[in-house]
């Protein structure tokens, strides 16, 4: 886990990702929903290395890795509970936003 698990990383995926959505999709209303979308993905992958026992280098170039006080394991039941509850959100504002 390098520079792709860091704030500067995140930041620059949204505007990226919103840049190339407004170019090739022609600037629709629906380009920042998109590239949200691919972030809050993106982050929320972040946010559960942050909740593991390794953590990520928030702040890189420095290696210093940060993690929350109470970490999570993979494959244990508080980790299957948090997936199902991100997947349900997921598809609350698909439905939400797209029909």
Sequence with gaps: RG???SLVALL????F???ALSVYAGGSGVTMVIA??????YGSHL???FASNSGIPVFWPSKKRYK???VLFTGSWEE???AVSLWLGA???YLKCFL
């Design 68 to 70: 929350l006080p109470i």
């Design 91 to 93: 598809a609350y504002l």
């Design 47 to 49: 946010l559960g290395d």
């Design 3 to 5: 520079i792709t698990h």
């Design 12 to 15: 620059a995926s949204l505007f």
């Design 80 to 82: 299957s509970i948090i």
């Design 36 to 41: 949200t979308g691919l972030c809050l993905g």
């Design 17 to 19: 990702s919103a840049y």
